[in-house]
């Protein structure tokens, strides 16, 4: 037996997390992450696909919305920490757990660089000279130097909070949410009544129509999925929910409908309010723009608009933080890792090399991402975002597909629709054909990644291989299998996942089912 068999199962039974998250608390957990993407996304996206923007939101919105469906059935039959890491592990093995687990802590890194970035530039709002001031030095040009810094600073802000343990509360996230979901529902609304122009959306549209090109559409769509990420949030604290079987599907879906209110709103009211041409250069501050250009409320929605960015934003960048240490520890706790990462600070009792480690890598993509010059830092922090995220949502979805296979008798309190039985060796398996729509959806957005970004297509995969080769050191020198799987004991930690959560007829339910296939299993060995 290696050293890792005899315990396979302690990434679940040991977190020990107490299930304190009620459903505002589920609810604003997640929109404290996803409901900042807009800020950052909106004018990535419509200075990348231009009059087409509307339509490159709605198709990530649409494949989005199947996503959110996949993690919405996963986190509420398995309801731990770990998000897509331990669906795919769970469903496909470690090998391919471990993929999944690289390609989200790829995104939890840009999540620190990306939001930091743009907390940043929604902080240039009330000072426009800083992010233009830049130099030029050896291969490099147009460097923004202070707006790099001002990111740099924030990140090593949160560090120092994050390791002393000093993190925001729960209560500021749903007080911040509230506040931002208020004021996002008040630009809209007014910049619909007052300002929008249908026809000016409509010229943008034709005119794009009239010089289409697919390369630019499939760009800006790819880019896109940014405002659709943060259900890794709901997924990564199911295990601290209260009852999630209820919860993780009403606040999933709650949160799936918002987000794609505001993110096809905000792109369709951009876009007949201002020509797309307006947003190139302000990808930094866009909506902040946008509400200034607002009759009646600009002079005062604008200035507001760009402080709630700048703070929700902060607060996303510090989401990343955090959850590139808790994946971390989860990592290391099912031998994908070293347990040099489950080691915290003796005096703050917080992962202190996690966040360092980590939080330092999102430095470091910063300071890349300006080198490239002040008008692509954003975009090319982008770029391996959508990378990371399709890649990991991809292996979300085969995850499920084949756990409606290899583990029928866990009990589902939400399943995707669109589902066919199909009847084999006695038993009843429902086949989720959304998942395959789903699939092919994301596969289409990993396909544009690739075809498109041109640094997302070189640093994403890099990533990946990085990780991979320290993965097999790793696992070679524990003597433990590289391609293989550790023996879990999947069904005994689904029963003691239930009876933690205190869903007790779940719990009866899964344990009748496990006792009818074994009685089946007698007699047919009889």
Not at 137 to 153: K, R
Not at 446 to 453: D, P
Request: proline letters at 4%; glycine letters at 8%; hydrophobic letters at 50%.
């Amino acid at each position: 037996m290696t050293e890792a068999s005899a315990a396979p199962g302690r990434g679940v039974a040991e977190s020990g997390l107490r299930r304190d998250v009620t459903v505002w608390g589920s609810y604003m957990w997640g929109y404290a992450d996803v409901g900042a993407d807009i800020y950052a996304a909106l004018g990535l996206v419509i200075a990348s696909a231009q009059g087409g923007a509307v339509a490159a939101f709605a198709f990530a919105g649409l494949v989005y919305i199947m996503i959110g469906l996949a993690y919405t059935e996963l986190a509420a039959t398995y309801p731990v920490a770990g998000g897509g890491q331990y669906f795919a592990l769970r469903g496909l093995g470690d090998f391919w757990g471990f993929v999944a687990g690289s390609a989200l802590l790829l995104d939890y890194t840009i999540d620190i660089a990306l939001f930091a970035v743009a907390s940043s530039g929604y902080i240039n709002f009330f000072f426009p000279a800083a992010s233009k001031i830049t130099v030029s030095f050896g291969p490099f040009h147009e460097v923004a130097i202070v707006w790099c810094l001002e990111a740099v600073v924030l990140v090593i802000l949160l560090i120092l909070l994050n390791v002393k343990g000093m993190r925001e509360s729960s209560l500021l996230n749903e007080v911040l949410g509230a506040i931002d979901i208020v004021s996002e529902s008040t630009i809209i609304i007014i910049g619909f009544i007052f300002a929008w122009r249908p026809e000016l959306l409509s010229f943008q549209w034709h005119q794009q129509l009239a010089h289409w090109n697919w390369r630019q559409f499939a760009y800006g769509a790819s880019l896109a999925i940014i405002s659709f990420v943060g259900l890794e949030s709901i997924s990564q604290a199911a295990q601290e929910t209260r009852r999630p079987a209820t919860i993780v599907p009403r606040t999933s879906i709650s949160l799936i409908l918002t987000v794609f209110f505001f993110a096809t709103a905000f792109s369709s009211l951009s876009l007949g309010i201002l020509p797309w041409q307006a947003f190139v250069g302000r990808e930094g501050d866009p909506v902040a723009m946008l509400a200034h250009s607002i009759p009646y409320i600009g002079m005062v929605a604008g200035p507001f608009a760009a402080v709630l960015g700048a703070t929700i934003l902060l607060i996303s960048a510090n989401s990343g933080v955090m959850s590139a240490s808790r994946l971390t520890f989860s990592m290391s706790r099912f031998h994908f890792i070293s347990e040099w990462f489950d080691v915290v600070h003796p005096k703050y009792r917080t992962p202190a090399r996690t966040i360092m480690i980590f939080s330092g890598i999102g430095i470091l993509q910063i300071i890349l991402a300006f080198l490239a010059g002040r008008d692509r830092a954003l975009e090319i922090l982008g770029n391996m975002y959508a990378f990371g995220a399709s890649t990991g949502y991809l292996l979300v979805f085969i995850a499920l597909i084949k756990l409606r296979f290899t583990d029928p008798f866990s009990p589902r309190p939400y399943k995707v629709p669109l589902n066919i039985q199909i009847h084999r060796k006695g038993m009843t398996y429902e086949f989720p054909v959304l998942a395959v729509i789903g699939t092919l959806g994301v596969s289409m957005i990993l396909l544009m990644v690739v075809l498109t970004h041109e640094i997302g297509r070189i640093a994403g995969p890099s990533w990946i291989i990085a990780c991979f080769i320290y993965y097999a050191i790793y696992r070679r020198k524990k003597k433990l299998p590289v391609f293989g799987a550790l023996p879990h004991d999947w069904e005994g930690q689904q029963q003691q996942v239930l009876e933690d959560a205190e869903e007790f007829d779940l719990l009866e339910r899964y344990r009748a089912a496990l006792a009818t296939r074994d009685r089946a299993r007698i007699d047919a060995e009889q």
